[in-house]
T-cell receptor
């Protein structure tokens, strides 16, 4: 299975602090994506990083990818209470767009 | 429409009954996916449609589950003879093409409760 596995399972931080979440996977990938889910409903795409990229930024988000270690990290800087959600990484094998999602990380940002 | 829509938003049914869940993808999106998410768990892939190609049904957990999609429009997921373990949120997503780098846009999900 290529399933992305996130770490830690749960993270609680104070507003203003940075949050770092990790994802590991098992086989070769074409791209890795991070999604956010609020209140157990639909997911929202945050950022996509391709296998030939090492780092990508989007606003307060920074994603890194280390294909040699088969791992990725999502950094949220200057966290806000509104960032409280579950975060999932998903890996794409390439020719098939079917993504494999991990179990997610529950992030709580205390005001 | 502005996004992926799903109906109903909640469904409570009795064990043994059939249920049908509906997904309206974003107009123009050729790919459509169904996922299941049990409480506190990740997303479990069910089925994937791409245009007029044969669907990828590799994630369907049993023959009680089936899905249809007409062209590049609405899809329905049918669960026959529902069991309590079918209780979950069923999420639908669509994406623009079957490209390598396309993000998926998710609907709000249907929360299914089987009593």
């Amino acid at each position: 299975s290529q399933q992305g596995e996130e770490d830690p399972q749960a993270l609680s931080i104070q507003e203003g602090e940075n949050a770092t979440m990790n994802c590991s996977y098992k086989t070769s990938i074409n791209n890795l994506q991070w999604y956010r889910q609020n209140s157990g409903r639909g997911l929202v795409h945050l950022i996509l990083i391709r296998s030939n990229e090492r780092e990508k930024h989007s606003g307060r988000l920074r994603v890194t990818l280390d294909t040699s270690k088969k791992s990725s990290s999502l950094l949220i800087t200057a966290s806000r209470a509104a960032d409280t959600a579950s975060y999932f990484c998903a890996v794409g094998p390439g020719a098939n767009s079917k993504l494999t999602f991990g179990k997610g990380i529950t992030l709580s940002v205390r005001p | 429409g502005a996004g992926v829509s799903q109906s109903p938003s909640n469904k409570v049914t009795e064990k043994g009954k059939d249920v049908e869940l509906r997904c309206d993808p974003i107009s123009g999106h050729t790919a459509l996916y169904w996922y299941r998410q049990r409480l506190g768990q990740g997303l479990e892939f069910l089925i994937y449609f791409q245009g007029n190609s044969a669907p990828d049904k590799s994630g369907l957990p049993s023959d009680r589950f089936s899905a249809e999609r007409t062209g590049e429009s609405v899809s329905t997921l049918t669960i026959q003879r529902t069991q309590q373990e079918d209780s979950a949120v069923y999420l639908c997503a669509s994406s623009l093409t079957r490209g390598d780098y396309n993000e998926q846009f998710f609907g709000p999900g249907t929360r299914l409760t089987v009593l």
